[in-house]
């Protein structure tokens, strides 16, 4: 994403989750499209959704051009089916060339796979609007941990796909904080300095919180040249 505020999102699914990922997003400025089956599902979105709504499967390409997927700076797929979100999602990046995808899935056996294809995954959990929101956006962020008088805080941060591939101390010397943990393919590890960032990481960082949004800004956009 080239910028953090009037993106476009595009859901998959309007259930509590899809429904409220859609609710959050359109507080926040942002454009959204949700698509369902069932058009009885919209109305979840409540009187006030201004955002589109299209009646369909999120792996249809017709109905992905429908709620705006080319102009799309994020997919969610949230829809109650393992099979129909993993789907949709790899149609989206690999016919769309969409990056920032993510799905929601039940199996964990199965999450664990597609994290492996670089598309990150979040579990059935009641929790699981945010972590999607955190997946999308870099401003959805929010600590995982922060001390008792809320100075400093774990952060899982939305890192720019163009960061694949540079080292964990590059990233740490940009953002001026430290990167103490990394989830890889739904494992959790220590990096080293020399530790190569790979596609679908979730990178960890440890800052104070005045300075959140600035290491969101860092690592949310491609990094700069030498």
């Known amino acids: 994403m080239g910028t953090f505020s009037n993106v476009h999102i595009v859901i998959m699914g309007c ?5 409220r990922l859609a609710s959050s997003l359109e507080k926040r400025g942002h454009s959204v499209a949700v698509i369902d089956v069932d058009v009885d599902a919209f109305r979840r979105l409540g009187p006030t959704f201004a955002g589109r709504t299209v009646k369909g499967v999120g792996f249809d390409r017709d ?6 997927i080319e102009e799309a700076d994020g997919f969610a797929a949230v829809s109650s089916g393992d099979n129909s979100n993993i789907l949709a999602a790899r149609v989206v990046r690999e016919f769309f060339d969409i990056q ?10 199965r999450a664990e796979v597609y994290e492996r294809l670089g598309i990150p995954t979040v579990a059935t959990v009641r929790w699981a609007a945010d972590r999607v929101l955190r997946r999308l956006l870099p401003e959805g962020s929010e600590p995982v ?4 008088a809320g100075t400093v805080g774990l952060l899982e941060v939305h890192v720019h796909p163009d960061w694949v591939g540079q080292t ?3 990233m740490q010397e940009a953002a001026r904080t430290p990167i103490p943990f990394l989830l890889r393919v739904g494992t959790g590890m220590v990096p080293r300095a020399d530790t190569i960032f790979q596609d679908g990481d979730l990178a960890y960082a440890a800052c104070a919180t005045e300075r959140v949004s600035d290491v969101e800004a860092v690592l949310g956009a491609p990094p700069r040249r030498h």
């Open 15 to 19: 259930g509590r989750v899809g429904s």
């Open 63 to 68: 109905v992905l051009l429908k709620a705006g």
């Open 100 to 109: 920032n995808v993510v799905a929601r899935i039940y199996d964990p056996d």
């Open 145 to 148: 941990w922060r001390d008792r």
């Open 168 to 170: 964990i101390g590059r």
